[in-house]
């Protein structure tokens, strides 16, 4: 390589360029991709509280033994996994076209509109941990008014949300699923940098409200809806404050989720098991890679049309 290539290589404005973006590189690889490495490698260890300080290798006959142990011998595992996707699905299904009309509805400015939107976001703005303790007031058997209004179509039924497999399920799925405010508001911010000539050309030939929603607003924000579907599914997947103020992954650990059950196996029991916890990380990691590809190609947002 001649003098004059490597000085344009080397210039001031590539050199600004590396120490501007040097910082941010450092903390990738301290914060994310060192743990990443990590959490991929100690899945291959023996890793608990009786060598917390030194992992054991596993060896390569025994090479994914934990992996093998999470499908095959732990259920709260398999719980986790199952009601982790089972969280991404119903995000996909109700909380993504619940946001998408409402962004649809307010994006017509009908009387009232902006006071609709603030009141749509404000659930986004309070912390996660605060609105689990609001529902778990909410669900309270002596207090909860979800309690009350079945003692009140049902006396004497003592109706305990809580303490049912299925209705404790809902009863997390409830505290988080409708709450789409800052997807609605990217949503109005697309819907709104649409060229009003476009709808002035529908109106002309004759279009009504649904077919302008329908054949422009949809088609056009696409992009963003899946976008918003990413992040809805990811929330999903991680889902984990509500159900450590809600339920603490009960009754019978039948609210597990994958963020919950790696706190609870790596912290939060007295027989530590931290290979196993990431184990489970990774699988997670490799669940939301998965998601992400499978939405974007749905949505085609990673390339154009």
Known sequence: MNNSKLKKLFGEKNRFIFFFLLPGIVLFIAIYAYPLVQIFATSFTKWNYQNFLK????????LF??????????KNFQRALINSI??????????????????????????????????????????????????LNLYSPSRGIITEICEFFVPGSQVSVLASET??????????I????SSCLLLLT??????????????????SEFQLDWNIRLP???????????????????????IALITQGGPDNATYSLSYYIYK???GSTKLNFARANTAGVIQFLLGLILVGMINKAFRTSKAD
């Open 55 to 62: 992992p054991e290798f596993l060896g390569w006959d025994n």
């Open 65 to 74: 033994s934990n992996y093998q142990k999470l499908f095959t011998v732990d």
């Open 86 to 135: 089972k969280w991404v699905v119903l995000t996909m299904v109700i909380q993504i076209p619940f946001t998408v009309l409402v962004a649809l509805a307010l994006a017509k400015k009908l009387k009232g509109w902006r006071l609709a939107r603030n009141a749509f976001i404000i659930p986004n703005i309070i912390s996660t941990a605060a609105i689990g303790l609001i529902f």
């Open 167 to 176: 209705s404790a399920f809902w009863a997390v799925t409830f505290s988080f």
């Open 178 to 181: 409708l709450f789409g405010g």
């Open 190 to 207: 697309q819907i709104f940098s649409i060229d009003p000539a476009i709808y002035e050309a529908a109106r002309i030939d004759g279009a």
């Open 220 to 242: 056009l924000i696409r992009p963003m809806i899946g976008t918003v579907s990413v992040m809805a599914a990811n929330y999903g997947l991680l889902l984990y404050n509500e």
């Open 265 to 267: 196996t790596a912290m």
